[in-house]
């Protein structure tokens, strides 16, 4: 091989990268807010994403966490920045569909004030009971507990993470359609509220999937029933709320969607929106995700993840008036 030919071949190799590499150096980074501190569930999902997002969109992607008023700083951070395409969020379905009938007032507009990108997971509220009391008791299902429960008023005792949380907007609307008196107790951490679930402080606790998964895999804790319409891919074996006596209809999911500022250029939304898609598909996603207690599950379209927001939003408005939680 002569020198003329290596260096003809590395002109070339150059001359054909060159494009890519200046691409990548003129495009902007995209920055992912998430609405929540680092070491979350919901930053772990932000720092998957962008970790594998960066090839696919050729761009450097980093993540922003903009934590406090339970995920409205960081919406509000998405809906005021410059609409150029630049800067995503990743948004909780109780931030957008829950909190404007929780609060007396809204930093933004839902309906106005985003660009729904797509769904990237589907989670929901899982009803778990101590395994030893769960033995003592006969609670072997969910209808077993709330027979139980009509029985015993007010004796069963269950955490949940706060008034106007997801896991008590489920507690109180399951209490409601069951007919059953719950005693529902309001717990600042779930580690705490697991402890004393093992201890028999506790009967049950309202959590999702992350905080539970461990303990039902030790033989610690019995899941019994999730609130969504389905069953999630994640936990096959666990009932939705659904297949119990009394409680069709009941679909409550604790979904996160992609959104851009309103106002970001269509081509750009569609840009994203097929690269997420690709990388969602992926085995490894979809498995990196499972410990976070997610499903990794995309929009078809932009259209149907505008939907999304459009069409839950009445059941979460449900949820809240049957909850009769308000945030002052």
Known sequence: MSRFTITRRAVMGAALAAPSLAHAQTRRPLRVIVPFPPGGAVDSLGRILADRLAPVLDQQVVVDNRSGAGGLIGADAVAKAVPDGTTIGIIGAATLCAAPFLLPSMPFDVARDFRPVTQITDSAVIIAVGAPVAATRGWDSLA?????????????????????????????????????????????????????????????????????????????????????????????????????????????????????????????????????????????????????????????????????????????????????????
């Open 144 to 328: 077993a507990l709330l027979t139980w429960a009509r029985a015993n008023p007010g004796k069963f005792n269950i955490s949940h993470a706060g008034v106007s949380t997801v896991s008590h907007l489920v507690t109180s609307a399951l209490s409601k359609q069951a007919g059953v008196e719950f005693n529902m107790i309001p717990y600042r951490g779930g580690a705490q509220a697991a402890n004393d679930m093992l201890s028999g402080t506790l009967d049950g606790s309202a959590d999702l999937p992350s905080a539970l998964i461990p303990l039902a895999e030790a033989g610690r804790v019995r899941l019994l029933g999730i609130s969504s319409g389905q069953r999630l891919a994640l936990l096959p074996n666990v009932p939705a709320f659904s297949e119990t006596a009394g409680l069709a209809g009941m679909d409550v999911r604790s979904w996160n969607i992609i959104l851009l500022p309103a106002g970001a250029p269509e081509a750009e939304a569609a840009r994203l929106h097929g690269a997420i898609r690709q990388v969602a598909a992926t085995a490894a996603f979809r498995d990196a995700l499972r410990p976070l207690g997610y499903d990794a599950v995309t929009s078809e379209s932009l259209a149907a993840a505008a939907a999304l927001v459009r069409d839950e939003t009445p059941r979460w408005r449900q949820l809240v008036e049957a909850s009769g939680a308000r945030v002052e």
